[in-house]
């Protein structure tokens, strides 16, 4: 029966969620129940490509995008596919009339991972992050609103917002990564050879004014979805704390994480503040 094949598909993409990235599984969990596994598809989605390009070394990188990008349209356009996680993904695309003007973005910058090192200019980084990260807030916000287009429109701007800001708090957790396995930097008018506080400050000063902004399209998430939201933003502005009390010369060393004992904490307050409305 073909209703074995898709539950088996959502099933896949539940299972790379949770393998790759406890922090979002556990904020997926608090979303209301009928946004789980579509929320899923999406992160499976993403993260396969992103894999991809950071990962698979030694493979021809280029190579395999291009078919995952041809077997991704082949998905959507036959609403069917063999890739389990591709499937369940076309299945939310389609579900959720997800614009494939964001898939193209998403799938473009997962391209300049692999043709762009350096990001010298503002713009050139904007083109990067809103592909690779305000894309993806969007495909979401498509979920979390259901169908509301008069909502989904209102919260397009905060959305975009909330992806950039994760996504920087990503450029700094993985800095190590970044500059010598993968020789990327993306902080412009930033020399990493010469990252000092003065340097680390600029950007942090610039983060923290991006996470209050966040707060505000939070509050205005459908209920459904703002629990979960918020327990991610409470983790990423965690981890910028944690980046923020550290040396430089530390996060250029180490990957800095958030201790599954303080994610769990995390989960508990913003339950709690959900609870008493102080959102």
């Not at 299945?91 to 043709?115: C, G, Q, W």
């Not at 200019?121 to 509301?148: K, P």
Request: with cysteine; charged share 25%; proline share 3%.
């Amino acid at each position: 029966m073909i209703s074995i094949f898709h539950e088996l598909s959502h099933k896949c993409s539940r299972l790379v969620t949770e393998r790759y990235s406890t922090s979002f599984a556990s904020a997926i969990r608090l979303l209301h129940k009928d946004l789980r596994a579509p929320i899923r598809d999406v992160y499976g989605f993403v993260r396969f490509a992103d894999e991809i390009v950071d990962s698979f070394h030694g493979y021809d990188k280029a190579a395999l995008l291009a078919q995952f990008e041809r077997d991704t349209w082949q998905a959507i356009n036959d609403g069917i596919s063999l890739n389990p996680v591709l499937n369940s993904f076309q299945h939310t695309v389609r579900r959720y009339n997800i614009p494939t003007s964001l898939i193209e973005a998403f799938l473009h910058s997962m391209k300049l991972d692999l043709e762009k090192s350096n990001y010298e200019t503002v713009s050139e980084l904007d083109e990067y992050i809103y592909g690779s990260a305000e894309v993806v807030g969007l495909m979401c916000l498509r979920v979390f609103c259901e169908g509301n287009v008069e909502e989904y429109e209102k919260l397009v701007l905060p959305a975009r917002k909330l992806g950039s800001v994760f996504q920087k708090i990503n450029f700094l957790r993985d800095l190590k990564e970044d500059i010598n396995q993968l020789h990327r930097s993306y902080f412009p008018g930033i020399n990493m050879g010469t990252f000092d506080e003065h340097q680390k400050h600029l950007i942090e000063t610039e983060l923290e004014r991006e996470f209050k902004d966040c707060l505000a399209g939070i509050r205005m998430l459908p209920l459904k979805a703002r629990l979960g939201v918020y327990t991610a933003y409470r983790y990423y502005y965690r981890l910028f704390k944690k980046i923020r009390s550290l040396q430089p010369s530390t996060i250029l060393q180490q990957r800095v994480s958030v201790p599954n004992f303080h994610k769990a904490v995390i989960v508990l307050q913003a339950s709690m503040y959900n609870r008493l409305n102080l959102i």
